[in-house]
Nanobody, 130 residues
């Protein structure tokens, strides 16, 4: 399976943006995968898991920095994962990556995934600035 993110843009503080992630190239349906969004802030080496969802029951995990403002969702029929970002802050700036994994089965653990595991996209840039 491969994934490709889109939707990154320049947005003003307080604004909203929706990122999309298309999964393709595999016979498995998207609903077989745990999904997650990670971000890498400028100048930081580590990618932070901001929002993840486990495939078994749809349970989600959100980093404390985004809880209440971001929402992860999926459309299995379209093989697409979304990240709705509201009330954005300058500290939300970064490259956002979509990640799939076939058997973590735990949302919080999914958001601790390291880059050598799972399927990662190339990322999409989000800049929150006035």
């Amino acid at each position: 399976v491969h994934v490709m993110e889109s939707g990154g843009d320049l947005v003003q503080p307080g604004g909203s943006l929706r990122l999309s992630c298309l999964a393709f190239g595999d016979g498995e349906s998207l609903d077989a995968y745990d999904i997650g969004w990670f971000r890498q802030a400028p100048g930081k080496a580590r990618r932070e898991g901001v929002s993840c969802e486990q495939s078994t029951d749809g349970r989600t995990y959100y980093a404390s920095s985004v809880e209440g403002r971001f929402a992860i969702s999926r459309d299995n029929a379209k093989n697409t994962v979304y990240l709705q970002m509201n009330s954005q802050k300058p500290e939300d700036t970064g490259v956002y990556y979509c990640v799939l994994h076939p058997f973590i089965r735990h949302a919080a653990a999914m958001c601790q995934l390291t880059q050598d595991l799972g399927t990662w996209g190339q990322g999409t840039q989000v800049v929150v600035s006035s």
